[in-house]
């Protein structure tokens, strides 16, 4: 597979409301928008690195150099007999940086699929053609507007409601939601806001019945998860800890968590995933598709990754409306009653809408040989 040239595009999204966690509030979405060009085919993948390190240590300016400087060149001067060979492969000289990698792997995958006229999903072994979706809420002024929230999206079918929490607002949030909703799949996602010493609070949190509890403790810990996990009756479903096969091995080995979230970009790509989701089906391990809101084109490869069998819990694939008053895609990416159809065509099945695409793009660069 020979490509030709690699843009790289930061765009710039207002969310529809701010989106609040532990983490902080955030009012729009910087996206880095990657194309690989290749005899007259485009693919396309999605970096879903922050400007600043609050999710994980990697940044947007800094995998722009990367990929500008490190992997692009690499792809551009070797070109490739498949995508499976890049990152656990030939990008595994450069140390870490799973985020940025992703971004370029993806594309390539996108871009092999639409040479092949195949979908996305049939190279990775999906088997469905829709897909169970849950809804992840951010923090609200009330807990009056959470519980509202909440009973909009249990009545719009969506078939998991995940909260998000903090030391403060999780004992009092739990109950009113509880108490209006008793038999929802609830979870809840404290994105490292707690730590082994806040015993107290994590066993009345035990005590709301909740499907699993998403990353408590340290964004990169493990050994106080499994302490933890001895503790608490609600299973433990790691996030940020997990960032490759051989991270989530650990974890399971540990038993530092029993659900594992997949965050694509996080683990290092599409390869990187087909190696987590079969250690999980061998070791009878519930999967879930995580999301970093991202744009139709992250989002459309979440959909396809998670048709295959191992993602047995509702994602986090909901509507692109809930997120974005207008996508970047000419595809609408919307679910009916907490089902999401898999975009059809070959690749990821959505194509740029270029009109909107110029009028949020920031920045623009393209790589060539």
């Known amino acids: 597979m020979r490509i030709d040239e690699v843009e790289l595009r930061v765009v710039r999204l207002p969310y529809r409301s701010p989106f609040k966690t532990s983490f902080g509030e955030e009012a729009e979405k910087h996206a880095l928008i990657v194309t690989v060009r290749s005899e007259g085919v485009e693919g396309y993948g999605e970096g879903v690195m922050d400007p600043f390190p609050m999710y994980r240590e990697e940044t947007l300016p800094g995998a722009q150099h990367l990929l500008r400087n490190a992997f692009a060149p690499d792809l551009l001067a070797n070109g490739c007999d498949h995508p499976s060979?890049?990152?656990?492969?030939?990008?595994?000289?450069?140390?870490?940086?799973?985020?940025?990698k992703t971004a370029l792997e993806l594309a390539v995958w996108d871009c092999f699929a639409r040479q092949r006229g195949v979908p996305l999903r049939s190279l990775l072994g999906g088997e469905r053609i829709t897909i169970p979706v849950g809804a992840s809420l951010g923090m609200t002024a009330t807990i009056e507007q959470t519980v509202d929230n909440v009973t909009r999206h249990v009545e719009q079918g969506y078939q998991r409601v995940k909260l998000k929490i903090e030391p403060g607002w999780d004992i009092d949030l739990l109950a009113a939601v509880r108490a209006v909703h008793p038999d929802i799949e609830l979870t809840v996602d404290a994105n490292s806001a707690y730590t082994l010493d806040m015993t107290d609070a994590l066993h009345r949190i035990d005590g709301f019945g909740l499907h699993y509890i998403e990353q408590p403790l340290h964004w990169d810990d493990m050994v106080d998860h499994a302490a933890l996990a001895l503790m608490l009756q609600t299973p433990i479903c790691l996030d940020e800890t997990l960032t490759s096969p051989a991270r989530v091995k650990a974890a399971l080995d540990l038993q530092?968590?029993?659900?594992?979230?997949?965050?694509?970009?996080?683990?290092?790509?599409?390869?990187?995933?087909r190696d987590i989701h079969d250690m999980c089906v061998a070791r009878d391990v519930p999967m879930w598709c995580g999301g970093m809101l991202e744009t139709g084109i992250g989002r459309a490869h979440n959909i396809h990754l998670a048709t295959m069998p191992g993602f047995v819990y509702p994602g986090d694939t909901a509507s692109a409306s809930r997120t974005y008053a207008r996508d970047i895609t000419e595809q609408q990416l919307e679910a009916t009653n907490g089902w999401m159809p898999v975009p059809e065509g070959p690749g990821i099945g959505v194509t740029l809408d270029r009109a909107f695409l110029d009028e949020v793009t920031e920045q623009v660069e393209t790589v060539r040989p």
């Open 85 to 100: 060979e890049l990152v656990a492969g030939r990008w595994a000289r450069w140390r870490g940086n799973p985020m940025a």
């Open 256 to 273: 530092a968590c029993s659900v594992v979230n997949l965050k694509v970009g996080r683990v290092g790509g599409l390869q990187a995933t």
